[in-house]
């Protein structure tokens, strides 16, 4: 299998300020990682396909602006909740896969965030 | 839009029973269809992947099925333990979607003694 590190695993921040999580893929290189937001007792939502030296794809309702991700090599992506509100708040998923359709999924241990 | 449903929120069982999920979807199959074990605070663990031209798969304590005539997958973990006590994911993968999940609502497991 492979081994995803996510970091930090939890992190307060006030209202408006800019938040970055990172995604390590630690032992295989992901030419593609997703990220993933569940809200307290529901599933994941796809929020966007990171790519590898070029642009995310994001999911319908999801703002690109305001979640900015930047995938500058193939172990590294970055999410950066931009300009946080407290309606941001929730448990932030990345994941990469092999890349074969259908293969199973790894996934980070996830990053919580609060806004306040 | 595509809908999945699993049943309901929450499961209790008692230890040594078997417990069965499922997973139901509407509109097209997916080409595959996983399951994931979360744990609170943590992020899914694959447990096991069916084919849409594969009935059935097992795993040691563990049996999915998969009728796409229904639109439903069955999740079994036969002689339940409490450490199988988690929110079980079904998750669905269409053809052509780069490996995109598209998750259920998650049903919570709790193995009582």
């Known amino acids: 299998g492979a081994v995803v590190s996510q970091h930090p695993s939890w992190v307060i921040c006030k209202s408006g300020t800019s938040v970055k999580i990172e995604c390590r893929s630690l032992?295989?290189?992901?030419?593609?990682m997703f990220w993933y937001r569940q809200f307290p007792k529901q599933s994941l939502m796809l929020m966007a396909t990171s790519n590898e030296g070029s642009k995310a794809t994001y999911e319908q309702g999801v703002e690109k602006d305001k979640f900015l991700i930047n995938h500058a090599s193939l172990t590294l992506s970055t999410l950066t909740v931009t300009s946080a509100h407290p309606e941001d708040s929730s448990f932030y998923i990345c994941?990469?896969?092999?890349?074969?359709?259908?293969?199973?999924?790894?996934f980070g241990q996830g990053t919580r965030l609060t806004v306040v | 839009s595509q809908k999945i449903e699993q049943n309901s929120e929450a499961l209790n069982i008692q230890e040594g029973k078997t417990a069965t999920l499922t997973c139901n979807y509407t509109n097209y199959s997916p080409a595959y269809l996983q399951w994931y074990r979360q744990d609170p605070g943590r992020g899914p663990v694959f447990l096991l992947l069916i084919r849409e031209n594969e009935k059935e798969k097992r795993k040691e304590r563990l049996k999915v099925t998969f009728d796409t005539t229904l639109k439903q997958s069955l999740f079994h973990i036969t002689a339940s333990q409490p450490a199988d006590s988690a929110t079980y994911l079904c998750a669905l993968v269409y053809t052509g979607t780069a490996s995109k999940l598209t998750f259920g609502t998650g049903t919570r497991l709790q193995v009582t003694l």
């Open positions: 032992d295989f290189q992901a030419t593609t």
């Open positions: 994941s990469i896969s092999f890349g074969t359709a259908g293969t199973e999924a790894f």
